[in-house]
């Protein structure tokens, strides 16, 4: 059974940092995408970054390129995603997310192509 479980949410004002992680568990795939969604209060879920294991192949959200960085720890099974210069409109609910599929330009934000989400943490930056 897969389990996807996030930590390192939190309150921060803006322009501060926070590395988000995720520990993940049971997955029987060799390769696999993992990456972050967010959920902002009253809006539409919105990728924000995705990692493929089987080369490193990253895609970012135009909204976060620059600020964020996506990592993966083979040896632990955790994702990371460092944020940095965070700003209010980054406050959502982050979850992690899983799919056996390798991402593509086209696909990677579409939250139905993954298949196994985390409960979230929340990320609050205040102004």
């Known amino acids: 059974q897969v389990q996807l479980v996030e930590s390192g949410g939190g309150s921060v004002q803006a322009g501060g940092s926070l590395r988000l992680s995720c520990v993940h568990s049971g997955y029987a795939y060799s390769t696999y995408s993992l990456g972050w969604f967010r959920r902002a209060p009253g809006k539409e879920r919105e990728g924000v970054a995705v990692?493929?294991?089987?080369?490193?192949?990253?895609y970012y959200a135009d909204s976060v390129k620059g600020r964020f960085t996506i990592s993966h720890d083979n040896a632990k099974n955790t994702l990371y995603l460092q944020m940095d210069s965070l700003k209010p409109e980054d406050t959502a609910m982050y979850y992690c997310?899983?799919?056996?599929?390798?991402?593509?330009?086209?696909?990677?934000?579409?939250?139905?192509?993954?298949?196994?989400w985390g409960q979230g943490t929340q990320v609050t930056v205040s102004s």
């Open positions: 990692i493929y294991t089987g080369g490193g192949v990253t």
């Open positions: 997310v899983a799919s056996p599929h390798r991402p593509t330009g086209g696909t990677w934000y579409v939250p139905t192509v993954y298949t196994h």
